[in-house]
Each structure stands twice: as C-alpha cells, then as structure tokens.
C-alpha cells in the first residue's frame, strides 16, 4: 500500500485543494488528519457510513463519598473543583487537566480517573471512493493520537492507496500524519512565509526520511519570488515538482461546492500528481 502526505508549513496554500485533486484522479482513500478544523469533508462528502467515538485521556470524577473536606479545591491548580451542593465538590471537565493530582491526595479516596471521549472519528463516502476524518472536541488534546487513529482507520479500508491531507504547520498532528509514508508533497505559495515555513517543513521530511516534493501554488502572483524557492530547492538537493498558476476559478467552484474542480489550475494540479505518482 502506497502512503502520501499532503502537507504545508502553513495555512492557506491551497494544501486542501491539491489534496481533493488528487483524490479525484487517484480514487481509493483519503484521510483529513487536521483534526482540529477538518474541511476536506464538506467537498467530497457524499454520505456518511459510520461514526466512532473517540476516547482519550481521562478527567477526574468526584464519587458520594465526599466528605466535603476540601482539600482538593485547595489544591487543584487550574481551579477546575467547585463547590456544588449540600458542601459536596463537583469538577469542572472543562478546566481539568487530568493530572490526577486531586486522586492521589483525596483522603477518603473519593476521586476516580474516568477515561472520557473527545471526539469523533467519521468514514464517509465520496463520488471516488472514501474519506476519513475526525473532530476534536474543542478544547480537549491528544490531536496526535487522533490524526494517527485516522491514519489507521483509512489504511484498514484501503486498497491500495491512501492520500493524507495533513493539518498546516509542523507540530504533533502533522508528524501522526506524516510518519511511515512514502513521500511528502509540500505546498506552498510565493510569500517570505510561504518560503520559510516550506523550509521547516522540509527539514521535517528530512528527519522522518522520507521523500519530499516541494509545489508552488499561484506562482504567478509573485514569480521573483518563485524562482527564489525553486533556487532554494536546486541549492538543497530538493526535488521541486512544478508550479500551480492562480485561477480564480478554483474559490469560485469552491464556494458553491462544486467538484470536481476545472480549470487551469485544476489541470495543472492533476499534471503535477501524475508526474509524481510514476516517481514513487
């Protein structure tokens, strides 16, 4: 099975968009890992087959036999203990961070760690074959585990190959979402900040081993400043896979929901896969 990540340093160039293309050409499984604000659904979701809970992490949980002493509001330091009724205590689930301090000092043992959901894992199917996304419930963690919960759950439907829309940046969702594929595809855009955060991620993919392709997105928007990121990419031995010229068309379609994408830059998009594609 063939593993592709489509991964940016930063929001906004269009990562989304090259992914959905992608899976329109290619077909089989498509997982959206960024798990905090996933959107690739709302293009290609056609029905929804099942959904899963996701549990993880635990919070604490305070049992009727409190003595209402106290101790734990003294001491919980995110003020996640309140006083409820009849001088019993009662956790905000909100504000623990269940570090389960409050369970190891209680005297009456009246605290327990109960593990709790923070989120949904949803499999769907699209027009080309199938998506795997989830949300987080907001203000819960773990988005690392859940994006590699994603991960495996569209690896399990396969057939033989799944494409990975991972969330912008380079922190833990985007390592989940990276880890053990075959190759990376880095989008960016002719910004100073499209230039330095492709940077960082492509010293990620160096420190995963893996190989990395480097796209530029409305190239034509600032063309001095394209070639300045296809110099980068000959100085640093990275392989630069092609530029993406802005089409209006694309937000446009987008707006309304209408895909498969046309256009210039949709075909263009569908070019530059298939070159890559006979290189994995």
């Known amino acids: 099975m063939k593993q592709v990540t489509i991964m940016s340093g930063k929001g906004g160039t269009g990562k989304t968009t090259f992914s959905s293309i992608v899976h329109s050409v290619e077909g089989d499984v498509i997982a959206d890992c960024d798990v905090d604000a996933p959107n690739l659904h709302m293009i290609l979701e056609k029905e929804i087959i099942s959904v899963e809970a996701f549990i993880s992490g635990e919070k604490a949980e305070i049992g009727e036999n409190c003595t209402g ?79 590699a919960e994603v991960r495996e759950r569209a690896k399990k439907i396969a057939n033989d190959f799944v494409v990975i829309d991972a969330p912008p940046g380079i922190g833990c969702p985007v390592m989940a979402s990276l880890a053990g594929v075959d190759a990376a595809i880095i989008v960016t ?86 070159d890559i594609k006979s290189l994995l």
Request: with cysteine.
């Open 69 to 147: 002493c106290g101790l734990c509001y003294k001491l919980c330091r995110f003020s996640a203990i309140g006083v409820w009724e009849n001088n019993k205590f009662k956790v905000n689930h909100r504000k623990c961070e269940g570090c389960a301090f409050c369970y190891y000092v209680c005297p009456s043992r009246a605290i327990t760690m109960k593990k709790i959901k923070t989120g949904n894992i949803f499999v769907s199917r699209t027009d080309y074959g199938k998506i795997v996304y989830a949300r987080l419930i907001p203000g819960e963690e773990n988005s690392g585990k859940l994006a």
């Open 189 to 274: 855009e002719p910004t100073l900040s499209g230039l330095g955060d492709m940077v960082r991620a492509v010293e990620l993919t160096k420190n995963f081993r893996i190989k990395s392709f480097v796209v530029i997105n409305k190239y034509n928007l600032n063309e001095n400043l394209s070639a300045e990121i296809r110099q980068w990419c000959r100085e640093n031995d990275v392989m630069f896979a092609g530029t993406i010229p802005y089409d209006e068309e694309i937000p446009k379609q987008m707006s309304i929901l209408k895909f498969p994408f046309k256009g210039k830059a949709a075909e263009k998009i569908r070019e530059i896969w298939i």
